[in-house]
């Protein structure tokens, strides 16, 4: 036998996929696991409809569907018929223009096609009442039993065991391993568990304690007898796969008949501990009886987008149970406290394959080839895993599937739900709300609104326009006149402590760590094949004690993973908070408060000091993501609200003011401080993103230098100046060709132009390129300029 024992809990198109691309790495000590019958097991995968549309916002979640149709397709499991997503609104027109630019920023072709065009694809539509549509020629209906047939039978022609008709009652552990998977036909030995249990997942995780965040909810499928306009048709499927997503609908043909979905009924979240067994199942566990009042606006707006379907009756309809999560994307990963227990749920048959090769590759390698950081299973906050939370969220996402959303826009339940201790103040100041990660940000300020009057702020149009004001505009301005506040609690951090603190960072990181006490270091956490973890800044406050800014809670997983026995990582992000106080005037605010000597001698730029600003005691890191004089100030919450205050009063004779997200990003991009999860990502390495300096590679091991030395660096993170503002996520054309897409994008109040960074082909990346950024149904010119666009020799900040 090759490799250790795994084995798959659930045979539905997930298990199978995953136990297929474990055999095809050379896994051959595998054994699938299910309750039900084979194929067909009475799982999700039983009943799908098999609709794929590759179209996403999110870039992985497009790359597992291009996979998935490419595999499944080579495997016969489905059939191209492509995909028409229409418009009967004028808002969802533009909707497509902006989907159809994420499917070609992300290497997907398909086109916006006008009301004819839309109906010779697809001749039951109404033309009346369709504006235009999306057609993606490559998508189409994944075979969803067959993909778990084809797929099984190719793991056990690499040895693979199949078991069908047995129930998993108990996860054994050992050391803080698994062990074992007891069945109730006997014990399976197991070194790795893969949990692709569907609906089912969270009563499988919790044998080994592990709290999965995802709800079943019922969602509807009712299939027509014939159809009169389809007679004669016997065919799999004829014509492309429908949204009507202002209806909240899709609609598949097969034969003479067709199956249509529906989103827009009240959510039905049932927990996955009452689905029933499989032997008291009516027809599967996964169907439930139908609604049908539910459905009742579904069959009417059906009606009325295909008029053909008034000729036909609704013959076969029940509710069907998948899985939502709390940001719609699914759970990857190893539990973060039994090793060799990995989680593949809530997964769409749509991005089956990839998600098993994915995971397969991550389980083998160590890493995968695509960026699952969006889908990591240990990117929860604490509050993300509170059953009401997960609930309350899950049924929203349900709701919203097919709405159009800015990609601004903060959920609007539950809030305020995290408030740092700046809330109160932020209120007096009338701040915008926005949310991040359930924090309640200030975007920008209203009582700023006189700031406004006598500035040039180009005004944004659409979607640009909303959640701006140009007091975003004028609080950016302001910061490099004078001083502002921003509220930096917001970001994760932790403590890194305890003996060999320093040398374990020293190789997590890319950065040199063995500097003297009061450094700080910008640097980067890779993964084994080089691609980017994450950016961090390590400052040392004690000779093995770190404060360490991260990007997220994975990053906090990553650490404890990976950090020896006597270092502890420790999450300080709820119990402190940050204020970066910022502006030419910063240190005239800052000085008279501190004994610290805080000139350019007493504290350079990237060093730290543990001080005192009146009252309250502070670690004061001197940088700045906005590009000017300033410190990043530390403090504990309960102090946070007086930290504020004190500047607060010592500032305002200064032009003191507080600042908010908006002003924070036009600064940060005229600056070209990268931001990691959307400037790069684990598809990127260092140097392609312009971060050389930050991989101090004569420094000897660290984790990721040998992947990194290996691969290529043939594409860019560039920096393009247009005329307006664009949003992020839209492709970038150079002719007709999609070469790359947008990553950040603001207006740059200083330096008076659009700014957008975009990843590039290397050779394009030259500085006066001119290429053009897809913004809707429109083509904008931009132009490749150096970087960064403000303060290129640093005299702002080490002034
Ligand atoms: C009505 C409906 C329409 C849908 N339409 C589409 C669509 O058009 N396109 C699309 O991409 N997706 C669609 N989906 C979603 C899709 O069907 C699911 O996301 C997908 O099938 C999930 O696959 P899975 O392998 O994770 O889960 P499943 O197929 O449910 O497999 C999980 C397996 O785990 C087994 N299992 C659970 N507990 C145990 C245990 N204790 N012991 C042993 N075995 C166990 C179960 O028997 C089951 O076979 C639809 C879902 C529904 C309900």
Redesign the pocket.
């Known amino acids: 036998m090759t490799g250790p024992k795994v084995v798959v809990?659930?045979?539905?198109?997930?298990?199978?996929a995953v136990a297929d691309e474990l055999a095809l790495r050379g896994w051959d000590d595998i054994t699938v696991?299910?309750?039900?019958p084979l194929p067909a097991?009475?799982?999700?995968?039983?009943?799908?409809?098999?609709?794929?549309f590759q179209t996403n916002a999110n870039r992985t979640m497009t790359r597992l569907a291009q996979y998935t149709i490419d595999k499944l397709g080579r495997l016969d499991c489905f059939l191209p018929v492509g995909s028409l997503e229409v418009a009967t609104s004028a808002a969802r027109l533009a909707e497509l223009h902006r989907r159809h630019g994420w499917l070609a920023a992300w290497g997907g072709r398909g086109s916006v096609l006008d009301p004819d065009e839309c109906v010779r694809l697809h001749p039951l539509l109404d033309r009346g009442g369709v504006l235009g549509g999306l057609h993606v020629p490559a998508d189409g209906l994944?075979r969803?039993v067959r993909a778990?047939q084809v797929q099984l039978d190719r793991a056990a022609g690499r040895g693979a065991r199949l078991l069908e008709r047995?129930?998993?009652?108990d996860i054994r552990t050992s050391g803080g391993r698994v062990a074992g998977v007891v069945?109730d036909r006997g014990e399976l030995p197991a070194d790795i568990v893969v949990c692709?249990?569907?609906?089912?997942?969270p009563?499988?995780a919790r044998m080994v304690g592990l709290r999965l965040p995802l709800t079943p909810l019922?969602?509807?499928?009712a299939w027509t007898g014939p159809v009169p306009a389809l007679h004669g048709l016997t065919a799999e499927a004829t014509h492309p796969i429908l949204r009507h997503q202002d209806a909240d609908l899709?609609v598949?043909d097969r034969g003479d008949r067709l199956g249509v979905?529906y989103y827009g009924h009240r959510p039905l979240p049932i927990s996955a501990d009452d689905i029933v067994p499989?032997s008291q199942a009516e027809i599967m566990?996964?169907?439930l009886p139908f609604t049908a009042d539910d459905f009742e606006p579904a069959w009417t707006a059906t009606r009325e987008l295909l008029p053909a379907a008034r000729e036909a009756k609704i013959d076969d309809a029940?509710?069907?149970?998948?899985?939502f999560t709390t940001d719609n994307l699914p759970l990857l990963g190893e539990s973060p406290d039994v090793a060799g227990f990995w989680v593949?749920?809530?997964?769409?048959?749509?991005?089956?394959a990839g998600v098993g090769r994915a995971v397969a590759e991550w389980i083998v390698d160590g890493v995968s080839t695509f960026d699952l950081s969006g889908c990591d299973l240990n990117r929860f906050e604490a509050h993300q895993l509170a059953p009401d939370y997960v609930l309350a969220r899950d049924c929203q996402n349900y709701v919203e599937v097919y709405d159009i959303i800015h990609p601004l826009q903060p959920m609007e339940a539950p809030r305020p739900l995290r408030t740092t201790p700046f809330y109160p103040r932020q209120q007096e100041l009338d701040a915008a709300f926005l949310e991040y990660a359930g924090w309640e940000r200030p975007q920008w300020y209203g009582a700023n609104a006189p700031l406004v009057a006598g500035r040039r702020l180009p005004e944004p149009d659409g979607w640009a326009a909303r959640f701006w004001s140009p007091i975003v505009g004028a609080e950016a301005q302001a910061t490099r006149e004078a001083v502002a506040l921003y509220d930096m609690s917001t970001l994760k951090r932790a403590e890194v402590a305890g003996p060999g603190a320093a040398d374990f960072l020293h190789w997590i990181s890319t950065g040199d760590i063995h500097k003297s006490v009061g450094s700080v270091t910008y640097c980067l956490l890779l993964n084994a094949d080089g691609g980017i973890r994450s950016d961090v800044t390590i400052a040392r406050l004690g000779e093995e004690r770190f404060q360490v800014g991260l990007n997220g809670q994975r990053d906090v997983d990553w650490l404890r993973r990976h950090a020896p026995a006597g270092v502890a990582i420790t999450d300080l992000t709820a119990g402190t908070c940050c204020i970066g106080l910022w502006g030419p005037r910063a240190r005239d605010v800052l000085q008279p408060l501190t004994d610290a000597d805080l000139s350019n001698t007493g504290l350079r730029y990237f060093r730290a000091v543990r001080t005192y600003v009146g009252m309250v005691p502070v670690t004061a890191l001197r940088l700045s993501y906005v590009g000017e004089l300033g410190w990043e100030l530390y403090t504990t919450a309960d102090l946070g609200l007086k930290l504020w205050d004190t500047l607060w009063a010592a500032g305002r004779e200064h032009g003191l003011l507080a600042a908010g997200r908006g002003a924070f990003t036009s600064l940060r991009l005229e600056k070209g401080y990268r931001s990691f999860g959307t400037d790069m990502t684990h598809e990127h390495d260092p140097f392609e993103a312009g971060l050389d300096f930050a991989v101090k590679l004569g420094k000897g091991d660290f984790f990721g230098r040998d992947g990194l030395l290996r691969r290529p660096h043939d594409r860019r993170l560039a920096c393009l100046t247009l005329d307006g503002v664009v949003l992020g996520a839209e492709p970038v054309y150079s002719g007709d060709t999609a070469v790359g897409y947008v990553t950040s994008a603001a207006y740059g109040y200083t330096v008076g132009t659009g700014i957008a960074y975009a990843w590039l082909p290397a050779e394009l990346a030259e500085p006066g390129r001119t290429v053009h950024i897809g913004y809707f149904d429109r083509r904008i010119p931009a132009t490749v300029a150096a970087e960064p666009l403000f303060d290129p020799a640093m005299t702002r900040l080490k002034g």
């Not at 809990?9 to 199978?16: E, K, L, P, R």
């Not at 019922?218 to 499928?221: G, K």
């Not at 029940?318 to 899985?323: A, K, Y």
């Open positions: 809990i659930g045979a539905g198109v997930v298990g199978a696991v299910d309750q039900g097991t009475g799982g999700s995968s039983s009943h799908a409809p098999g609709l794929v994944a969803a778990v047995h129930e998993v009652l069945t692709a249990a569907g609906i089912w997942g009563r499988i019922a969602h509807q499928l899709y598949r979905g499989v566990p996964s169907m029940f509710n069907g149970l998948f899985s593949a749920e809530a997964v769409w048959v749509t991005h089956s």
